[in-house]
């Protein structure tokens, strides 16, 4: 029987501190190097050019986009719901002697400890809202903190690849999400809100958010043999990556990445 409800923040936090130590081991693999790459990049994009510009990594977990930004010189305040995740992200940040610089907060992404319009930039990515208790609430409190004409980069689960994952063992569930019967089930970050393009626009720019784009990641439907792959060449990485990023912005297919990618700007 399929299920479709969020789970207890007690269980999200706990299930983030056990995976704390051995989630970064992610990012050694292709796809995790693809998956930084492709947000990275847009993330970019974003970036004020003020380097006193307040930004928020909400969700931030052990603070791999944090860690790059401060790096940069950008004032950051780095939040998540997991004290493990935390824990991790302060430790490498001491190592860097980078700890001075930046803010780090216990905080849950749907109720974020901050005022209003505090930030010119707001990131939520790798799945916090997804897996967020009440992923409407994060929507709002991330825009709510976001300054006007501040900028905001997010990423979620995509609707149409659960379904895709699903519909060959169980195309009871399949249908039921394509039809948005069913709004929760595994996405890519795990057991989470599922969106479609359409529907992730909406709900930002029902909370004042003016959408820029929405990006698809493709990553994921690369052979499972290259996207575990921990060693590849130069050139194989950078002609995959650039298929991968023309491919996210390709409007055709966007909807069928396994997250979504959402950029945008406080009306």
């Given at each position: 029987m399929s299920v479709d409800n969020p789970r207890k923040i007690e269980?999200?936090?706990?299930?983030?501190?056990?995976?704390?130590?051995?989630?970064?081991?992610?990012?050694?693999?292709?796809?995790?190097?693809?998956?930084?790459?492709?947000?990275c990049k847009l993330i970019k994009e974003s970036l004020p050019e003020d380097k006193t510009a307040r930004i928020l990594d909400a969700g931030g977990g052990t603070g791999r986009v944090t860690l790059?930004?401060?790096?940069?010189?950008?004032?950051?305040?780095?939040?998540?719901?997991?004290?493990?995740?935390?824990?991790?992200?302060e430790e490498k940040l001491r190592e860097q002697g980078l700890l001075e610089e930046v803010e780090i907060r216990e905080a849950d992404i749907a109720n974020l400890p901050f005022p209003d319009e505090f930030f010119d930039l707001v990131l939520a990515v790798r799945g916090?809202?997804?897996?967020?208790?009440?992923?409407?609430?994060a929507v709002v409190e991330l825009s709510r903190v976001t300054k006007r004409g501040g900028r905001i980069c997010v990423d979620v689960s995509s609707r149409y690849w659960a379904a895709m994952n699903k519909y060959d063992k169980d195309p009871e569930t399949a249908l039921k999400l394509i039809r948005s019967e069913l709004n929760h089930a595994c996405g890519a970050h795990g057991f989470g809100s599922l969106f479609s393009p359409e529907e992730l626009e909406e709900i930002f720019?029902?909370?004042?958010?003016?959408?820029?784009?929405?990006?698809?990641?493709?990553?994921?439907?690369?052979?499972?043999g290259m996207r575990k792959a921990t060693k590849w060449?130069?050139?194989?990485?950078?002609?995959?990556?650039?298929?991968?990023?023309?491919?996210?912005?390709?409007?055709?297919?966007?909807?069928?990445?396994?997250?979504?990618?959402?950029?945008?700007?406080?009306?």
């Open positions: 269980a999200v936090r706990k299930e983030w501190d056990e995976l704390s130590r051995g989630y970064d081991g992610y990012f050694n693999t292709f796809e995790g190097k693809l998956d930084e790459y492709l947000r790059s930004l401060a790096r940069m010189g950008y004032r950051v305040t780095l939040s998540d719901l997991s004290p493990g995740q935390l824990g991790v992200a916090p809202i997804s897996l967020a208790t009440d992923s409407s609430k720019e029902r909370n004042g958010i003016r959408v820029t784009g929405i990006y698809g990641d493709l990553a994921y439907y690369l052979p499972e060449g130069e050139r194989s990485y950078h002609q995959v990556s650039e298929i991968i990023d023309r491919l996210s912005r390709e409007k055709s297919v966007t909807g069928m990445g396994n997250d979504l990618i959402l950029v945008g700007e406080k009306c």
